[in-house]
T-cell receptor
C-alpha cells in the first residue's frame, strides 16, 4: 500500500499570502489529522477529520482551516500568513472510527517557509 | 488537558549500548494510550512502540521496551543494543481513550548513537 502523501513537500510564501496544503491518506483510511511542528512549540495538533466532518480542533487562530473530501483526501488552508507560521506541517491518517485507538501513519510533511 | 513532558532534550549513546529515554505525563483519565515515535533526520514519523494504559505488562518490540509506571505517570523507553540507525528525534505521545481524536506530544529527545 502507498503511504500517506503530502503535497507540496516544500513551499515558500510571503507574509499576507494564503496557502493550501494537501494530504492523501492511505487507501481505506478515513481519518486525517494535521499537526504543526516548530522548533519552539514542538508538535501541536491542528485538527482531525473523519468522513468529511471535523471532530476536533486544536488551539489555533481562525486563519487555519481544513476540510476533507469524500475520498478522504484532506486540505488545510492558512490565510494571511505570518512569519510564525513557518513550520513543518504533518498529516497523519488512520482507519479510525469511534473510541479506542487506531494507529496513525504520518506523511513526510510539507515544509512551509514564510518570508 | 493532558500534558507530556520529556526532560532530556538531547542524549547520546555508544553503538551497542543501552539507553533510556524518559517521559512523564499528566492526565485525569483512566483509559488512554501512550506511544513513542521516532523521527529520523529524513522527517518521516514512525511509531516505535505503544502501551495501553489498562495493560499492566510493559510493551516490547524487539530492541525497544518501555517501563510503564501508571501510578507515577511515567513512561520511559529503553533501547538495547543501540544502532546507528536509531539516531533520531524521539517523541513521547498521549492519546485519550475518550473522543478527542488527537495525539499530545512531548517536546522530544534528540538521540545520537555514536560509532
Amino acid at each position: 500500500k502507498a503511504g500517506v502523501t503530502q503535497t507540496p513537500r516544500y513551499l515558500i510564501k510571503t507574509r499576507g499570502q494564503q496557502v493550501t496544503l494537501s494530504c492523501s491518506p492511505i487507501s481505506g483510511h478515513r481519518s486525517v489529522s494535521w499537526y504543526q511542528q516548530t522548533p519552539g512549540q514542538g508538535l501541536q495538533f491542528l485538527f482531525e477529520y473523519f468522513s468529511e466532518t471535523q471532530r476536533n480542533k486544536g488551539n489555533f487562530p481562525g486563519r487555519f482551516s481544513g476540510r476533507q473530501f469524500s475520498n478522504s483526501r484532506s486540505e488545510m488552508n492558512v490565510s494571511t500568513l505570518e512569519l510564525g507560521d513557518s513550520a513543518l506541517y504533518l498529516c497523519a491518517s488512520s482507519l479510525a472510527g469511534t473510541g479506542g485507538y487506531n494507529e496513525q501513519y504520518f506523511g513526510p510533511g510539507t515544509r512551509l517557509t514564510v518570508t | 488537558a493532558q500534558t507530556v513532558t520529556q526532560s532530556q532534550p538531547e542524549m547520546s549513546v555508544q553503538e551497542a549500548e543501552t539507553v533510556t529515554l524518559s517521559c512523564t505525563y499528566d492526565t485525569s483519565e483512566s483509559n488512554y494510550y501512550l506511544f513513542w515515535y521516532k523521527q529520523p533526520p529524513s522527517r518521516q514519523m514512525i511509531l516505535v512502540i505503544r502501551q495501553e494504559a489498562y495493560k499492566q505488562q510493559n510493551a516490547t518490540e524487539n530492541r525497544f521496551s518501555v517501563n510503564f509506571q501508571k501510578a507515577a505517570k511515567s513512561f520511559s523507553l529503553k533501547i538495547s543494543d543501540s544502532q546507528l540507525g536509531d539516531t533520531a528525534m524521539y517523541f513521547c505521545a498521549f492519546y485519550s481513550g475518550g473522543s478527542n481524536y488527537k495525539l499530545t506530544f512531548g517536546k522530544g529527545t534528540l538521540l545520537t548513537v555514536n560509532p
